[in-house]
């Protein structure tokens, strides 16, 4: 964390400076530490194009309130959990305390500060500095609850008057057992996105993955500077996660709203600033959405697809090649991980949809071959502002039909592809003439007429009978995991209204 903190020192070029406040007590907590050399103020001259408080100014943190709080695992979700979120204004000495008990918290464990600034843009936007906070919490036992507050100087989350910001998380557990995750995509902050999280939260997931299109800070969506972007949007966007992503880990990956030019590299060091994600994939600093863990029986790998799309091609090919050879072996190593029994990847851009944006030739030249020698057995995508899952596909056509309901076997049959894209943003609809929802026919047809980005950036015509299930209102998906004799994925999506809309059964060698 030490490094990653020095490469955000620099990052980002106009920042002015950041001035170490001094260390803290040390956390008491057995195994917990700080995540390094962070706690500090940030200094900036006033500028015409500013925005908000200059941290000059001797600011009460008794007025300062942190929100956004939001967790996210580490490499080892039985031992590792990062805690996040965001404070107004500058603050000394931000810190967590955590404790097995909600009124039993340890000394204060120091925080890091990531400051994020962002230029200012004459006649459209104030220049703005961002506050995020993170602690990383290493050593810790697994399958255990525990309780944390955040705060800073002026404010105790140990102390009556806050004790009401105390979360809680729990860690994964040293043995397999039944659990459930959830997951979607392009959420952005609206109603129905908060709709989404409050339906999550009753499910009690042990962690929720986030296919990316995050905030929609950046409107347009292509990467590049000329977008219409306003940070703000992610202070609004914390705020509506944090009722879930207080307890449960919130673990995103990238989508092209989420290339954010501003930031270098790549767009993504403000995804860097405002999450602390594993850094366990082929370039953690460059890459931040590209990793992977493991909870129970399921390997979990994320990945960024913007670096292999053929329809926003912003960032393709930025990783030279190394995402994909770092995804063939963590794949390898899953699959000879005998603790694992499925192996679930997720990014934004389709491999297979027949909605709005359709499916990317990139993602499928890139990916497909390596999820297909390994046998993935689930796929989640966003992008497409619906939900549509496929039958399982085999050599590009239907491998085995599986309707609603059914069980798919993916060492026989293929990979079923699941579009989870109805998180909260504007939905997108489905071809003319094409049912919205569908369970093994469109209208009176057996397949649709579709397209795939090609290379050349054209759209590829398809008629395809891979779409089995489709659904235009908001939704997301529940997995449950099972482990023992006979493991087995019951993969289901729920209407924001609760309704199951789709179910089916992922087994092994069944
Ligand atoms: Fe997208």
Same mark, same amino acid.
């Given at each position: 964390?030490?490094?990653?903190?020095? !490469?955000?020192?620099?990052?980002?070029?106009?920042?002015?400076?950041?001035?170490?406040?001094?260390?803290?007590?040390?956390?008491?907590?057995?195994?917990?530490?700080?995540?390094?050399?962070?706690?500090?103020?940030?200094?900036?001259?006033?500028?015409?194009?500013?925005?908000?408080?200059?941290?000059?100014?001797?600011?009460?943190?008794?007025?300062?309130?942190?929100?956004?709080?939001?967790?996210?695992?580490?490499?080892?979700?039985?031992?590792?959990?990062?805690?996040?979120?965001?404070?107004?204004?500058?603050?000394?000495?931000?810190?967590?305390?955590?404790?097995?008990?909600?009124?039993?918290?340890?000394?204060?464990?120091?925080?890091?500060?990531?400051?994020? /600034?962002?230029?200012?843009?004459?006649?459209?936007?104030?220049?703005?500095?961002?506050?995020?906070?993170?602690?990383?919490?290493?050593?810790?036992?697994?399958?255990?609850?525990?309780?944390?507050?955040?705060?800073?100087?002026?404010?105790?989350?140990?102390?009556?008057?806050?004790?009401?910001?105390?979360?809680?998380?729990?860690?994964?557990?040293?043995?397999?057992?039944?659990?459930?995750?959830?997951?979607?995509?392009?959420?952005?902050?609206?109603?129905?996105?908060?709709?989404?999280?409050?339906?999550?939260?009753?499910?009690?997931?042990?962690?929720?993955?986030?296919?990316?299109?995050?905030?929609?800070?950046?409107?347009?969506?292509?990467?590049?500077?000329?977008?219409?972007?306003?940070?703000?949007?992610?202070?609004?966007?914390?705020?509506?996660?944090?009722?879930?992503?207080?307890?449960?880990?919130?673990?995103?990956?990238?989508?092209?709203?989420?290339?954010?030019?501003?930031?270098?590299?790549?767009?993504?060091?403000?995804?860097?600033?405002?999450?602390?994600?594993?850094?366990?994939?082929?370039?953690?600093?460059?890459?931040?959405?590209?990793?992977?863990?493991?909870?129970?029986?399921?390997?979990?790998?994320?990945?960024?697809?913007?670096?292999?799309?053929?329809?926003?091609?912003?960032?393709?090919?930025?990783?030279?090649?190394?995402?994909?050879?770092?995804?063939?072996?963590?794949?390898?190593?899953?699959?000879?991980?005998?603790?694992?029994?499925?192996?679930?990847?997720?990014?934004?851009?389709?491999?297979?949809?027949?909605?709005?944006?359709?499916?990317?030739?990139?993602?499928?030249?890139?990916?497909?071959?390596?999820?297909?020698?390994?046998?993935?057995?689930?796929?989640?995508?966003?992008?497409?502002?619906? !939900?549509?899952?496929?039958?399982?596909?085999?050599?590009?056509?239907?491998?085995?039909?599986?309707?609603?309901?059914?069980?798919?076997?993916?060492?026989?049959?293929?990979?079923?592809?699941?579009?989870?894209?109805?998180?909260?943003?504007?939905?997108?609809?489905?071809?003319?003439?094409?049912?919205?929802?569908?369970?093994?026919?469109?209208?009176?047809?057996?397949?649709?007429?579709?397209?795939?980005?090609?290379?050349?950036?054209?759209?590829?015509?398809?008629?395809?009978?891979?779409?089995?299930?489709?659904?235009?209102?908001?939704?997301?998906?529940?997995?449950?995991?099972?482990?023992?004799?006979?493991?087995?994925?019951?993969?289901?999506?729920?209407?924001?209204?609760?309704?199951?809309?789709? /179910?089916?059964?992922?087994?092994?060698?069944?």
């Amino acid at each position: 964390m030490a490094e990653q903190y020095e !490469y955000l020192r620099t990052k980002f070029t106009r920042r002015r400076a950041l001035v170490s406040a001094g260390a803290v007590a040390g956390g008491l907590l057995a195994g917990c530490s700080g995540s390094g050399s962070g706690t500090g103020t940030a200094t900036r001259s006033p500028s015409p194009l500013s925005a908000g408080s200059t941290p000059t100014e001797k600011v009460d943190g008794a007025v300062v309130t942190p929100f956004g709080r939001h967790l996210a695992f580490g490499a080892d979700p039985k031992t590792q959990m990062r805690i996040s979120w965001q404070v107004p204004l500058t603050v000394r000495k931000p810190y967590v305390r955590v404790g097995l008990k909600p009124w039993e918290l340890s000394r204060r464990i120091e925080a890091e500060v990531r400051d994020l /600034h962002t230029p200012g843009l004459e006649g459209v936007r104030l220049a703005l500095d961002q506050f995020y906070l993170h602690a990383a919490l290493d050593g810790l036992r697994p399958g255990t609850t525990y309780y944390y507050g955040v705060g800073h100087e002026g404010f105790d989350p140990a102390s009556k008057e806050r004790h009401s910001t105390v979360g809680s998380f729990t860690t994964a557990p040293a043995r397999a057992e039944k659990f459930v995750f959830t997951a979607f995509g392009d959420q952005g902050v609206t109603p129905d996105a908060l709709a989404n999280d409050k339906l999550i939260l009753g499910r009690e997931p042990a962690f929720h993955l986030h296919a990316g299109d995050i905030c929609y800070a950046d409107v347009t969506g292509h990467g590049k500077e000329s977008d219409i972007y306003d940070p703000t949007a992610w202070d609004l966007f914390l705020k509506q996660t944090e009722t879930v992503a207080r307890t449960v880990p919130w673990m995103v990956t990238t989508g092209n709203h989420d290339m954010e030019a501003w930031y270098s590299p790549n767009g993504y060091g403000g995804q860097s600033a405002r999450f602390s994600l594993p850094e366990n994939g082929f370039d953690a600093k460059n890459s931040p959405g590209v990793y992977s863990f493991t909870y129970g029986n399921v390997g979990i790998v994320a990945l960024d697809a913007n670096d292999v799309s053929y329809e926003i091609p912003a960032n393709k090919g930025y990783s030279e090649g190394r995402q994909t050879a770092w995804l063939d072996r963590r794949l390898k190593e899953l699959r000879e991980d005998e603790g694992i029994d499925f192996v679930v990847v997720f990014f934004h851009h389709c491999a297979y949809s027949t909605s709005t944006h359709a499916s990317d030739g990139g993602v499928r030249d890139a990916w497909l071959p390596l999820f297909t020698k390994h046998q993935v057995d689930l796929v989640i995508n966003g992008h497409n502002h619906v !939900y549509e899952r496929t039958d399982a596909i085999k050599n590009g056509g239907v491998g085995r039909p599986v309707p609603i309901g059914e069980s798919t076997d993916p060492t026989r049959d293929g990979i079923v592809y699941v579009t989870a894209g109805g998180a909260g943003k504007s939905l997108y609809s489905f071809p003319s003439g094409v049912k919205d929802s569908y369970e093994g026919k469109v209208a009176d047809r057996e397949s649709v007429d579709t397209y795939h980005w090609t290379k050349s950036k054209n759209q590829n015509p398809d008629t395809v009978e891979w779409s089995r299930v489709r659904y235009t209102g908001y939704s997301f998906l529940s997995v449950e995991a099972e482990a023992g004799p006979a493991p087995r994925l019951t993969v289901s999506a729920l209407a924001e209204s609760g309704k199951r809309i789709d /179910h089916f059964e992922v087994r092994r060698g069944a």
